[in-house]
């Protein structure tokens, strides 16, 4: 990783005010170790939305690590709880792996309930590859929503980033469909599709899905596309029936965590990861275009807890 997007991206996780990083980090103040300290930590983990199972997974690793070590300040463990931390988000293969552009073009699907950030997230998305050189296309298969269309359409004139769309009320497959062939016809390398936000509970409509996943696979010689949950990190593990649901109407391949800066929740991260297990590929952390950036394990704790953790790629 780039040393200044290392940097970058620790700052920024930094500036976001988070209730919850901030009242974990105070725990490992410059006190003895105690039961109060244990119970303390217990109750952020768990008000963090870490969960029960990995809560207990962490306090039992701590406190050996402790006993083993002798430590007797709680400020000496924050660093080993960072790591901790850090390993967990780590054993899920391909966090933080950008889009895969090994196939052009490259189809990439956004989906989720409604009001997770899908529109907003594909405008960032396209933004990001379209400054590493790329040439992308938005798809606007959100035709349930006239506000998405025009949405999107006002996202690509602000972003220079061409939208295939149709009418309210189309066909969304259809709008794929004349996606994919604009890319093939005019050579871009990515289409970036923002389907319509759907309760996972509606079968009708996780028909719908399926059926434009099936077209994107024959229009692209049975190439698999990428496929993104976008989760609201304000929902916590909410969200976490809507990834099994959307897990069976298209082969999920990671997940883009939305409206980080707004949320009290930071360790939904590590449920994501122990629970879903599908990578956190992208973060949101704001409102603006750029603020968009690809999920770094080791760079996200070291900033969300004010640790200084060693770049493992530098």
């Known amino acids: 990783m780039k040393v200044g997007f290392w940097n970058g991206f620790i700052a920024n996780i930094r500036n976001i005010t988070n209730k919850w990083s901030q009242g974990v980090s105070n725990i490992f103040s410059d006190s003895p170790l105690t039961d109060e300290f244990w119970e303390d930590l217990e109750a952020q983990l768990l008000m963090g939305d870490v969960g029960v199972e990995d809560t207990e997974s962490l306090i039992d690793d701590l406190r050996k690590l402790s006993t083993e070590r002798r430590i007797a300040h709680r400020e000496e463990l924050k660093t080993a709880f960072a790591e901790m931390l850090t390993k967990r988000l780590e054993e899920v293969p391909g966090m933080g ?46 035709t349930y929503r006239a506000a998405a269309i025009e949405q999107l359409k006002a996202w690509g004139e602000r972003t220079g980033v061409r939208v295939v769309a149709q009418a309210h009320g189309s066909d969304s497959a259809a709008v794929v469909f004349d996606s994919i062939k604009a890319a093939y016809a005019s050579g871009a390398d990515a289409v970036i599709v923002d389907t319509a936000g759907r309760l996972h509970t509606k079968s009708n409509l996780m028909d719908e899905l399926a059926k434009i996943y099936r077209i994107v696979r024959r229009e692209t010689m049975d190439a698999a596309p990428e496929a993104f949950l976008v989760l609201d990190s304000v929902m916590g593990q909410n969200g976490f029936l809507q ?3 959307f897990g069976r109407a298209v082969s999920l391949t990671g997940v883009i965590l939305t409206k980080f800066d707004n949320t009290a929740k930071g360790g939904i991260t590590i449920a994501i990861a122990r629970k879903l297990k599908l990578p956190i590929r992208y973060i949101g952390l704001g409102e603006g275009i750029d603020d ?16 200084e953790l060693s770049d493992d790629g530098a």
Do not use: Y
């Open 97 to 142: 792996v950008p889009v895969d552009m090994s196939v052009k073009p490259s189809v990439i699907l956004l989906v989720g309930v409604n009001g997770s950030g899908k529109t907003t997230t594909a405008a960032k998305l396209a933004s990001i590859l379209k400054n590493d050189g790329k040439s992308v296309i938005l798809s606007a298969a959100d």
């Open 243 to 245: 990834a099994e649901a």
């Open 292 to 307: 968009l950036a690809p999920f770094v394990p080791r760079a996200f704790i070291s900033g969300l807890l004010g640790v």
